[in-house]
């Protein structure tokens, strides 16, 4: 093999199979029943690969792309120089996700960072100036004092946030939704610092639990630049949705007199949030008692409305990504091949995932 001819990088190779939830064994079947007949591929030779034992080029990379439904080129990338590489990620999840699901969508949220970024160089759009601060908390700084703080820097007028995708978009930040499954995990999200923060949420969540989702996830964005201890990081980002989305001057107001589910349907049409988060917020603001908030929670579980509320809430759609799309399919006049060329993507999955009908498809 000659030192110019394109090799798969080992990282791209793990991030890539890990997308596609696929194991090594799996891998090397995909690859052996895309090989010539008699020809077979081991579980040995694609762990040698991802280990970086062995080098893939040539016939061998154009197998590896079909067995994991990749462009060969995107194979080739470092995902450190690509910016692609997962680094640090924030997740909004629940403790049954298992560590393979959680490392499919961190592959995931590392391809649509690649995605989203080689359609905005295409389209001439390339990351800009954000509004997103980096806010660091301290004995004088709290979540809420953060949140409080972001709502002014973005214009925000008292009370309900009119659309929080809407808003993370006009601040500069990317929003993708995705099915990311049945419910256990809600919305992920990724900021280097230097490109625009990303946030990746589950389409599968009702409407009013992903705005709390995307909420969370800003706080992690503009709160959280290292890693620290898990349970707290959770807390102070629920912390900031909670301040952000139900501002507490605002709900204590809102909760003065009689307070039960009729008055929490009124108040879920307002804020667009789930009746259990307005009556916990409630609660912790004390502008309801604990009695209160036990009896209205004993009547909620006895109706069903822990797993299903009623009152439906808008469904909130980004924008920014599919006005990228347009900008590339009809202000630029792409075909759909040259589109996908520029996601690093195969046509098919292009139009599935950017393309295809208003909601988005599942990973």
């Known amino acids: ?21 696929m194991t090594q064994v799996d891998v090397a079947a995909a690859m052996t029943k895309a090989a010539p007949p008699g020809a077979a591929v081991s579980q040995g030779y694609v762990s040698r690969a991802e280990s970086g034992r ?12 079909a067995a994991l439904g990749y462009p060969a080129g995107l194979l080739c990338l470092d995902p450190r120089v690509s910016g692609v590489g ?18 499919r969508i961190h592959a995931h949220l590392a391809l649509v960072r690649l995605q989203v970024t080689g359609m905005a160089q ?33 214009d925000l007028p008292r009370g309900p946030v009119a659309d929080v995708i809407a808003s993370v978009e006009e601040a ?26 990303l946030i990746l949420v589950n389409d599968h969540a009702p409407s009013d639990r992903c705005r709390f989702s995307v909420a969370h996830e800003l706080g992690h964005l ?43 349907t009124e108040l879920k049409r307002v804020w667009r ?29 006895a109706l069903g409305y822990r797993t299903a509320e009623p009152v439906a809430v808008a469904p909130e759609r980004p924008r920014r990504v599919p006005a990228l799309v347009d900008a590339l399919l009809s202000e630029r006049g792409l075909a759909v091949e040259e589109a996908a060329a520029c996601a690093r993507l195969l046509p098919e999955d292009f139009h599935r995932l950017y393309v295809a009908g208003a909601r988005p498809s599942p990973l």
């Open 86 to 103: 997962v680094g640090l990620i924030h997740h909004r999840k629940r403790a049954s996700l298992s560590a393979p699901a959680l490392r």
């Open 54 to 65: 062995l080098a893939v080029g040539e016939d061998r990379l154009e197998l590896y792309a």
């Open 122 to 154: 295409a389209a001439a759009a390339a990351d800009g100036p954000h509004r997103f601060p980096r806010v660091l908390l301290d004995d004088l700084t709290t979540a809420k004092d953060v949140a409080r703080q972001l709502r002014r820097a973005w």
């Open 273 to 301: 949030v789930s009746m259990s988060a307005l009556l916990r917020r409630a609660l912790t603001l004390n502008a309801v008692t604990e009695w209160q908030y036990r009896t209205v929670m004993v009547e909620m579980s």
């Open 1 to 21: 093999m000659a030192s110019g001819d394109p090799q798969a990088h080992p990282g791209m190779l793990v991030l890539a199979r890990e997308s596609r939830a």
């Open 172 to 197: 500069g930040g990317w929003v993708v939704m995705r099915d990311l499954g049945s419910g256990p995990l809600d919305a992920v999200s990724q900021w280097n610092g230097l490109q625009d923060p």
């Open 222 to 264: 503009v709160m959280h630049p290292e890693p620290g201890p898990p349970a707290e990081q959770e807390k102070q980002a629920d912390a900031f949705a909670a301040e952000f989305l139900m501002p507490a001057a605002d709900i204590r107001q809102a909760f003065v007199g009689k307070v039960d589910l009729t008055r929490l």
